[in-house]
């Protein structure tokens, strides 16, 4: 069946060739041009950046020697935000995962009384979409008293993330066999034993797929961290390259570069944990 | 079948006294989440209900033409954007399926818009548009001498470009979704198709649609509600400008919170709710089982 392998192309495998090229070109040029103009930016020095060069004149790293040293007006908090979104983000993650896998533990594995009451609370959250609790729960930190503070965006990040990780997280440990936790019964295993020892090595795919999500989600989140925070040192970065569009005379190269950098971590973990990603959260995204 | 029924169904005096405990443990283990629902849903929702509880807010919000141009807006977004944005996803899915060392490489680039947040993009894409200094209206200028569109100043541009913004940052998304969906189809049907000497046409139409169906209107759907809460697209691209004329419901809300009108804010929301809760409903129908 398979031609041999030095023979010219037919015609018609050309053709094929050449259609899928006229597919492929178009969405390459589709996606790499609003990152490539950010990398550019990021690389030209002022003068270069505006002239509408596709590539500049004079490559340069100034640009990030500036957000690294603080250089600019809107740069002068930069390593307290940069800071301020790690913090945040490594925080819901753990806090979610902390509450999700106990919470899809007490539900599949110990089929607690109202579990699947419970589960069906999470998904209605979850597909509530998030800007419209935007301004309730904006209202609802202010009467808690935690606005301007780190713990108002992430425990709403805790409220958004959660949901979703609890129905993966149930969905992966009902594929779990029973016998393992009658065994570990039988064996003497208390609950909190089964749950350490059984549960949480086993889940550990799952585990890791559903931090890397709740990790990134507060990393990128923008419309909760620009209601919930507003002082210069207590927002996160994402905010901070909002702030740039306050002023006419932004440094546009500037904001790319700051933008660039803070796009650099979510996209490395992302590429990193992508086995884990696509099998763990896409194929429980939507089932068919 | 969990421990608990395992459990109970053995008749030894040791485990029934057990029977409780991993029920208890299960209680305690769901409270941190049952608490995180109470103080960040619960409170909250009611909280805005009760806001929005004047029917004289509902009659200033339809007296506001912001609202209906924003209610219309978002109408555009999801039957337009979402469908022209899932069929675009559907065509791709095909594309990527193919085998090509290239396409694999392709593929590994296309999810960036996924990957990266969106904010830096956004900023991006709006610089490139600026009117004076925007590289896309160089370039115009360039090949042409002419000046370019002030794009984002005209209403049904802006929402264009907003729409085409939102399509940029979550294509890959959904087509790495409905990817999985062609790959999960047998082969063998495709074999035997060529067999019968089937056309392209004739392939999807009888093999890849109807396998692909139930994905491809849960994905709309889901779509849909999750773009209703899009408030970045058109937020950080056009601010709601010009003019308010290109806000969308989850902009909306923000709007009027900036104003101090709350209620009008959370009226904004309730009206969307009729549009919601069904799709909701049906989500949940599907995912619960």
């Given amino acids: 069946m398979k031609p041999p392998a030095f023979r010219l192309p037919t015609l018609r495998e050309a053709g094929t060739e050449a259609r899928l090229l006229l597919i492929g070109i178009p969405v390459l040029i589709w996606t790499m041009v609003p990152i490539y103009h950010m990398f550019l930016f990021a690389i030209s020095p002022k003068e270069d950046a505006f002239s509408g060069k596709l590539w500049p004149t004079h490559p340069t790293l100034h640009n990030f020697h500036i957000v690294f040293y603080q250089q600019h007006y809107f740069l002068r908090d930069f390593w307290i935000q940069f800071w301020n979104s790690c913090v945040i983000a490594a925080a819901t993650g753990a806090l979610t995962l902390l509450i999700a896998t106990a919470a899809a533990f007490a539900i599949s594995r110990l089929r607690v009384p109202g579990g699947r009451w419970v589960m069906n609370l999470a998904l209605f959250t979850y597909f509530i979409p998030a800007a419209f609790l935007a301004v309730p729960m904006y209202r609802t930190m202010g009467t808690y008293g935690l606005l301007n503070n780190h713990w108002a965006l992430i425990l709403a990040m805790v409220t958004i993330a959660s949901p979703y990780a609890i129905w993966v997280l149930k969905q992966a440990s009902d594929k779990l066999p029973v016998e393992l936790d009658e065994a570990a019964i039988m064996d003497g295993a208390s609950i909190p034993q089964l749950f350490r020892l059984v549960y949480v090595p086993l889940m550990m795919p799952s585990l890791v797929a559903i931090g890397t999500y709740a990790v990134l989600l507060a990393w990128n989140e923008y419309l909760y961290a620009f209601l919930l925070l507003s002082n210069d040192k207590e927002i996160t970065l994402p905010v901070a390259l909002g702030n740039f569009l306050a002023a006419d005379d932004s440094p546009w190269e500037l904001l790319m570069t700051t933008g660039f950098i803070y796009a650099l971590p979510p996209a490395a973990i992302y590429y990193t944990f992508k086995r884990y990603m696509v099998g763990g959260l896409t194929a429980g995204a939507v089932k068919s | 079948m969990a421990i608990t029924l395992s459990a109970s169904e053995l008749p030894s005096a040791p485990l029934s006294a057990r029977l409780s405990t991993p029920q208890v443990w299960g209680i305690a283990m769901l409270v941190p989440y049952l608490l995180v629902f109470l103080a960040f849903v619960v409170y909250p929702v009611c909280y805005g209900l009760w806001l929005a509880r004047h029917p004289a807010s509902y009659v200033a919000l339809f007296h506001d033409p912001i609202f209906a141009r924003a209610a219309v807006n978002t109408l555009i977004f999801l039957v337009i954007g979402i469908n022209f944005k899932m069929l675009v996803a559907l065509f791709l899915s095909g594309f990527f399926i193919q085998e090509r060392s ?188």
């Fill in chain 2, 102 to 289: 290239w396409i694999k490489w392709l593929s590994v680039l296309f999810i960036l818009p996924w990957a990266v947040p969106s904010i830096p993009t956004i900023l991006s894409v709006r610089f490139m548009l600026n009117p004076e200094w925007g590289v896309v209206n160089q370039l115009i200028f360039k090949f042409t001498g002419d000046d370019g569109p002030n794009w984002l100043n005209d209403p049904t541009v802006a929402l264009t470009m907003a729409i085409g913004m939102h399509i940029w940052k979550s294509l890959p998304f959904w087509t790495l979704i409905l990817m999985t969906g062609r790959l999960a189809i047998p082969g063998d049907l495709f074999e035997a198709a060529d067999v019968d000497g089937a056309s392209w046409w004739q392939k999807f139409r009888f093999i890849t649609w109807p396998s692909m169906q139930i994905l491809y209107i849960t994905c709309t759907l889901l779509s849909m509600i999750w773009t209703l809460g899009d408030f970045n697209s058109v937020y950080l691209l056009t601010g709601g400008g010009p003019a308010d004329l290109t806000h969308v419901l989850a902009t909306l809300g923000i709007r009027y919170l900036r104003l101090d009108q709350l209620d009008m804010s959370m009226a904004a929301i309730v009206c969307a709710l009729p549009l919601v809760l069904p799709l909701v409903y049906f989500m949940m129908k599907r995912l619960s089982r």
